[in-house]
């Protein structure tokens, strides 16, 4: 018998394709992320699961799959959405999709850096209305980022590639990280302490995975750090945030805007960051570009297959402990 894999939403054809060859595939419900209850009916007795960043796979679900179950493939890198522990006390493979989308998002990092700082929320939004008068000398004034500094927080693969591009722009570039990195260096890059960058920089973009040390690392103190000419950029996880204290130094204005690709809680976003002139919210597209999002369905894909094969994959995300059975 072939061997079953529950993919929790469809994912590009090509990954599709890759599993179809060598197994049964069934999907959960399209268009939306199933819940944890969902999830755990339909995992017991599948050999493998594929999921999104935003499926929670938490112990019950893995618990609900384990007697079956060898590997749980993330279709995206980041993995705060998995149970890491209970995956590998229940002997499952945890992967996900690294490299791949650096690119991508690092790009949508950089695009709301011009977002922000060139008002172009505003500026569309005068263009689509029909109230714009003609070029003016004083309309829409955003502010250079030539030559701004640039602060980086997370010394990652996708932190690197923003900090590549910001180089590319002619930007200072600081960043923070616990460890020094030499792609980082090489750049040019200066690391420094939180406290610092947060004083310095024009730009600040978030890079870090979410985690019990990140979860509130840029909260109310750290936001009166900034200047009030400072740009907040998050395509990282919500949650690295603290969104209240976020609202409310966008309200009294002690930073000058931000520009969001993700939220505490998605897929809601708070009506103040929506209404909030200063900032650009962006549904969750980091990694969303057509080649990006089909090289990720390969590598979910490879990642499984290896796994049922009995291989080691690619890209492994925990050491499962030997399985009782
Ligand atoms: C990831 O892969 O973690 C991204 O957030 C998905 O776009």
């Not at 493939?73 to 995956?87: C, E, S």
Request: net charge neutral.
């Amino acid at each position: 018998m072939p061997p079953t894999i529950h993919v929790t939403q469809p994912i590009p054809e090509n990954g599709l394709n890759l599993l179809r060859a060598e197994a049964n595939v069934i999907f959960g419900p399209a268009g939306r992320s199933p819940t944890s209850a969902e999830l755990a009916d339909r995992v017991a007795g599948v050999d493998a699961v594929l999921c999104f960043v935003a499926d929670p796979i938490d112990a019950n679900v893995l618990a609900a799959a384990a007697r079956t179950c060898r590997v749980v493939a993330n279709y995206g890198v980041g993995v705060d959405n998995i149970d890491l522990d209970a995956a590998t006390r229940l002997g499952i493979q945890v992967t996900n999709t690294p490299d791949v989308l650096t690119d991508a998002t690092a790009d949508l990092a950089f695009a709301l850096i011009l977002a922000v700082a060139r008002d172009l929320k505003g500026a569309a939004l005068l263009a689509a209305g029909g109230a714009w008068t003609g070029i003016a000398p004083t309309l829409i004034f955003g502010c250079d980022v030539a030559g701004k500094t640039l602060g980086i927080v997370g010394g990652g693969r996708i932190g690197t590639a923003v900090a590549r591009r910001g180089r590319g722009f002619d930007m200072p570039v600081l960043y923070t990280s616990r460890t020094e990195k030499p792609a980082l260096t090489q750049l040019g890059a200066r690391r420094i302490p939180l406290d610092e960058l947060l004083a310095l920089a024009d730009f600040i973009s978030l890079h870090v995975s979410l985690n019990m040390d990140t979860r509130g690392l840029i909260g109310r103190s750290e936001l009166a750090r900034m200047k009030p000419t400072a740009f907040l950029i998050n395509t990282s996880r919500g949650a690295v945030v603290d969104e209240p204290a976020l609202i409310a130094a966008l309200h009294a204005r002690t930073i000058a805007g931000a520009g969001l690709d993700v939220y505490a809680n998605e897929p809601r976003i708070p009506r103040e960051l929506l209404e909030s002139p200063n900032v650009v919210c962006l549904p969750h597209i980091g990694s969303a570009t057509r080649e990006t999002r089909a090289r990720m369905a390969e590598v979910a894909a490879c990642n499984v297959l290896a796994c049922l094969r009995g291989d080691v994959p690619p890209n492994p995300v925990n050491r499962p402990m030997p399985r009782q059975h």
